[in-house]
């Protein structure tokens, strides 16, 4: 059939010559990209595995005015199409690529309807982890579809079903009834709606930044709510705008391993995504980028990302060499200023919540590493109700900690000095000189910005009303603390009962007041709040005695936990030390509560 030949200098839009007729030559995948290849720039190795794929797309009826549905001897079986890592000649035409070959006849081969039970199909050909994040189109498979094979329009993300399936399934393929076919997608693992998973070979040069984009659509619309309950909206859009920004960045990269542990732990609530390869090679990739001495805003909002990560995660692992990352960043900013305070008011938005952030980390790590906070001395210079100059208006104040971590000034620099104070009496304890006068006055200069309200704070139905109660519960448990510290881990002391009931209070209040079932920023205040006080919480249940005590605290960790988060890991915590304690109420022995002990070995960030 005669061809008419467009000129050198035609472009697309021109219109056809009278008469023109379209070439037949040329793969179904140049045709249907508009692209002319003259054949005679095409090495002889790519004309026939072309034409290979085009003999194989017609036998199966994927070609239109080729039907392949009829019955086939087995003569006339087509052979199954397979990627195989051939490599062209070495020409300029035609440069080493993975091609497309067909198997050879001497080896059995199935229809494609069971190509899932092949037993000479390894999976090698499309397994990937099974802890990536497989992507698929979202425009239409058929082959009379108008766009390009290569399209590289917007991709929706498929969840992972089994941890230990391995083999990839073709869009091809996406008529078998394979193990994914069955699968139903909840809302609760990340409130989204999917289709059926199926899984698509990931191309290293183009599907990544479509998964890490999906990755960070997922942070914007769902992680950033959890990973920060009480910050208010301009602080968010804040973090969103950064993470979401289209320059990389580690910041970038670190959002988007947060949104995928995330992702993995709503999908398989009791399975670590930390011990999946995929997540462990993209953490030492980010580690290996943050790994010097001089560190900038980019690297430290990375490392608040990553030990986020941890805390999706159940709340262990070494979430400590982020900490420090992020505190050298701190420390940084601080020797630009006269003073802390001088910082806060004087640094962007972004750093203002890298120090508020970094130091709210530093002080409950303390509690978990049983050592003095790094920030002490910045501190009793911001927080200090003796030596701070800072008066705490609201929580809009960018010299607030009750934005974004629910809690007030004072109680900020009653938990970190109270860490100290434990510190400065093992040392004590260890030279023989510890002086009780000495220990209780310390304490008493504590407790004092720590007593109960007169009555009630009112909780309104809004974000300072969650904020106003989680302060509460960490005042509460902070006093508890301080307690402890000074009596030891005993329960029977009567300062400690008095203040775990002080504490049970406010979670009681949490379990039956209407007001707490409202809904605030898209999740109820009660799953606001407790999400945020698993310090009081863990500490509280450790020194309980009633069952009832127990009872409350487990049941609002079962109700408003998740798969993603510490509270699952914190409960477990508590479920041993209570054992523990029973057991040794049984046999008369001490019954003191070996919470530290627990707590160091597991690591958990009290966040």
Known sequence: MPVVKSSSNSKRGVPKQKGAVRAKSGCYTCRIRRKRLCATQESRNVAEVREKIKIFLASQGMIKGHSGTGPRGAESESPTLHLRAEEYSESSESPPTPTLSLTDTSRPH?????????????????????????????????????????????YQLSPIVDNNLSLVVSPALASSFGPLYHFNATEDMMGVDYDTATYFLRNPEQTITHVVDEMLTHYRERVVKAQYLFADTAMRDLICEIVMSHTPSRAREAASLLSSVHWQRFQNPNASAFESTDTQYRLAEIQNLLNRQDYSSDDAMAALHVISSYLFDGGGGNWEWWLETSCRYVDHLFSRYHNPAEALMRCTPKDVFIIKTSIWFDVLASVTTQRSPHFLQAIRSLFSPIQSKIEELDAEDSSSMMSPMGCHNQVVWALAETSHLFCWKQRQLANESLSIPTLVRMAAEIEEYLQPPVSPPYCATNMNGCRALASEIFRASARLYLRVVVSGDHPHVEDIKESVQDTISYMQFLNCSPSCSAEVNGQTMSRSIVRNTVFGFFLCGAFSEQPDHRELIQSLLDREGDGAGNGGSIRHLLHEIWEQRDAARRQHSSTVVNWRHGLARTKILLV
Do not use: C, K, W
């Open 110 to 154: 199935h229809m494609i309807s069971s190509i899932r039970g092949d037993p000479y199909s390894t999976g090698q050909e499309y397994a990937i982890s099974s802890n990536l994040y497989s992507v698929f189109t979202g425009r239409d498979h058929s082959p009379f579809s108008q766009e390009s094979v290569h399209d590289t329009s917007p």
